[in-house]
């Protein structure tokens, strides 16, 4: 009986380390494929949020203490047209990483939700038609950028039941807003250069 133990306790052993190195071969075989999706991600993203005809390569930046990485937009006459931020406020489930684009005014124009692990049904509604709708309508009012939830005395309207998540979100275009106050005089002076296309936001 002692020896059946043994040899079933060689085999699991066997197991789990064959299983842990398909595990890491795995690991180590999609990782370059999956950086290279959510650099494609984000630089599709960047054009939405912000359109403008070439980006600048990322720029580094410090607000608060804080390394920060940005792109700054520009027209087809090399005038800069704003800054696009990568933000990542953390929800109920995990990182919102979000891409906001700001305009040379200041004034946030539009963002995109990059990926996040909201609860399914509650504030993973942050990428829902209804609350996308709702914010692009504030985005294109007249009205104050006050980025929080009406219950807090903000303007945005809280996905039902998901007020942790949509706080993170309102907390994501506050932090992007922050740093391109703190950053604006630097980034409407930047001189016109063109993003390599294999560059990712980092943040």
Do not use: W
């Not at 539009?110 to 996040?116: C, G, P, Q, R």
């Not at 909201?118 to 104050?144: H, I, Q, R, V, Y």
């Not at 009406?150 to 996905?159: I, L």
Request: glycine share 10%; hydrophobic share 40%; proline share 2%.
């Amino acid at each position: 009986m002692i020896k059946g133990m043994i040899n079933t306790g060689i085999f699991l052993f066997v197991v789990a380390a064959i299983s842990g190195v398909l595990l890491a071969f795995t690991q180590n075989l999609t990782a370059p494929i999956i950086k290279e999706n959510e650099i494609i991600a984000e630089n599709n993203a960047q054009k939405e949020v912000l359109p403008s005809d070439s980006f600048s390569s990322n720029i580094k930046g410090e607000v608060n203490g804080k390394t920060i990485y940005y792109r700054v937009g520009f027209d087809k006459d090399g005038k800069v047209t704003g800054a696009v931020f990568k933000v990542s406020p953390r929800g109920f489930g995990g990182l919102i990483n979000t891409m906001v684009g700001i305009n040379a005014e200041g004034k946030i124009i539009n963002y995109k939700i990059l990926s996040l692990s909201e609860t399914p049904g509650l504030g993973s509604k942050l990428t829902s038609e209804k609350f996308t709708n709702n914010m692009k309508a504030l985005l294109t009012s007249d009205s104050p950028d006050v980025f929080k939830v009406k219950k807090d005395g903000g303007n945005v309207d809280a996905v039902t039941a998901a007020t942790i998540s949509s706080r993170a979100f309102c907390n994501g275009m506050n932090e992007a807003l922050e740093y391109y106050r703190n950053l604006k005089e630097n980034i409407l002076a930047t001189k016109y250069s063109v993003l390599s296309q294999n560059e990712g936001v980092t943040k």
